[in-house]
Nanobody, 125 residues
Framework: QVRLVESGGGLVQPGGSLRLSCAVD????????MDWYRQAPGKQRDLVAT????????YADSVKGRFTISRDNAKTNTVYLQMNSRKPEGTAVYYC??????????????????WGQGTMVTVSS
């Protein structure tokens, strides 16, 4: 079994900072991409940021310059989302997402798409 474990959500004041973490729990999994999505109450789930296995990154226009997605070099299957200059409209459940391959045996890899359980981030004074 392979799963994503998120942490770091909570309450942050407008203008403040918060860092989310997402770790892959399980072995023999190599990701192509890991992403953060968010879903505000009553709205669809939107892509916030992506990091590829080669460390290239992409961001939604709404968070460019304020959010940073990065990988822990010591723990290659752990990514972070540093969120600065938070805005009240950023209140949402944040979900970690990953796509990659799990080695089943010496000759077989299985494609997996994984979602974390979500972590609530509230931006409020």
């Amino acid at each position: 079994q392979v799963r994503l474990v998120e942490s770091g959500g909570g309450l942050v004041q407008p203008g403040g900072s918060l860092r989310l973490s997402c770790a892959v729990d399980g072995s023999n999994f190599t990701y192509y991409n890991m992403d953060w999505y968010r879903q505000a109450p009553g709205k669809q789930r939107d892509l916030v940021a992506t990091i590829l296995h080669n460390n290239s990154t992409n961001y939604a226009d709404s968070v460019k310059g304020r959010f940073t997605i990065s990988r822990d070099n010591a723990k290659t299957n752990t990514v972070y989302l540093q969120m600065n200059s938070r805005k009240p409209e950023g209140t949402a459940v944040y979900y970690c997402h990953a796509e990659g391959l799990k080695a089943v045996d010496a000759d077989t890899d299985r494609f997996l798409e994984l979602w974390g359980q979500g972590t609530m981030v509230t931006v409020s004074s």
